[in-house]
């Protein structure tokens, strides 16, 4: 029990806040200074400096993309959202939860056969905290699985390891 997490509270979100907060203020600062460059450069037409504030919106709407992940658990399973798709998926799909050293973030191994990335949770940054997210969605993954697999081995009929 001592390498078992406290469950959170559902709803939680996982998302990587450093990574986030990192992309959203490069973001508006490079569209702010984009634009103060374009307004400042007297021999430019208006349509050059519409093409400048509009490459500025561009950059900075590309890294609002960026940092879109995140992964919501609820009662009824999980949302991964990544960079340009959402999947909802029921706790009973989900088999396990990986985080193995090296990897850029959390794969989903899913009932279908499938692995499903979950860049809400990634260590980039915050490695210690992309840990501990980590093992929190793989004890929720756990409590609320049908046969839990690395639960009790009490139940003698579960031979379905992941």
Same mark, same amino acid.
Request: charged residues 20%; hydrophobic residues 45%.
């Given at each position: 029990?001592? +390498?078992?997490?406290?469950?959170? $509270? ?15 203020? $490069? ?6 200074? &984009? ?5 400042? #450069?007297? %021999?430019?037409?208006?349509? *050059? ?13 590309? #890294? ?5 992940? %995140?992964?919501? @658990? /609820? *009662? ?6 990544? &960079?340009?798709?959402?999947? %909802?998926?029921? !706790? @009973? ?9 090296? +990897?850029? !973030? ?5 009932? /279908? ?7 809400? &949770?990634?260590?980039? &940054? ?6 501990? +997210?980590?093992? $929190?969605?793989?004890?929720?993954? *756990? $409590? ?5 697999? /690395?639960?009790?081995?009490? /139940?003698?009929? +579960? *031979?379905?390891?992941?």
């Amino acid at each position: 029990m001592s +390498d078992t997490p406290e469950l959170p $509270a559902l709803p939680v979100t996982f998302r990587p806040g450093r990574t986030r907060a990192v992309l959203l203020t $490069a973001g508006a600062t490079i569209f702010v200074v &984009i634009t103060t460059v374009a307004m400042l #450069l007297e %021999k430019l037409s208006p349509g *050059e400096r519409t093409s400048f504030v509009f490459t500025g919106a561009l950059l900075f709407g590309v #890294l609002v993309l960026l940092s879109r992940p %995140k992964v919501v @658990a /609820d *009662e009824s399973g999980v949302t991964v959202v990544n &960079i340009a798709n959402r999947r %909802k998926l029921a !706790w @009973a799909e989900i088999l396990q939860v990986n985080l193995r050293p090296g +990897d850029p !973030w959390v794969f989903l191994n899913l009932s /279908d056969g499938t692995s499903l990335p979950a860049l809400g &949770i990634q260590p980039g &940054i915050a490695k210690q905290h992309a840990i501990r +997210d980590a093992r $929190a969605l793989r004890a929720l993954a *756990e $409590a609320h699985s049908v046969h839990e697999p /690395d639960g009790p081995q009490e /139940d003698e009929h +579960d *031979e379905h390891h992941a």
